[in-house]
C-alpha cells in the first residue's frame, strides 16, 4: 500500500456519516434544536424519538447506511460522543 493511500476500513462509512451528520446539524438550527430537545430527555424518550425518525427515513427511502447512524444516537454513548463532538465544532 502506498503511504498516500489510506485503507478503507469496515465501518469507515459509518464515521463518514456521523461526521456528516454532525456537520448538518452545526449547520441547522432546526436540527440543532432536535438534538438540544433529546438531550433533555431520560433515555428511554431519547430512544422512541430517535427510533421513531429512523422509522419515518426508512419509509421515505432514505439510505439505509444513514439511517443506522440516526438510530446510533438510541444509545448513550453514541450521543454523548455526539454532543461532545457538536460542542467542539458548533
Known sequence: MSA?????????WFTRGMTDWIAAVAADRQLRQWVVELAQVDDAERSARVSVI???MRATGAEPQFVAVIESLRHRPMFEGMMRTLGDVA
Open 54 to 56: 429512523a422509522e419515518h
Open 4 to 12: 498516500n493511500k489510506v485503507r478503507e476500513t469496515k465501518y469507515a
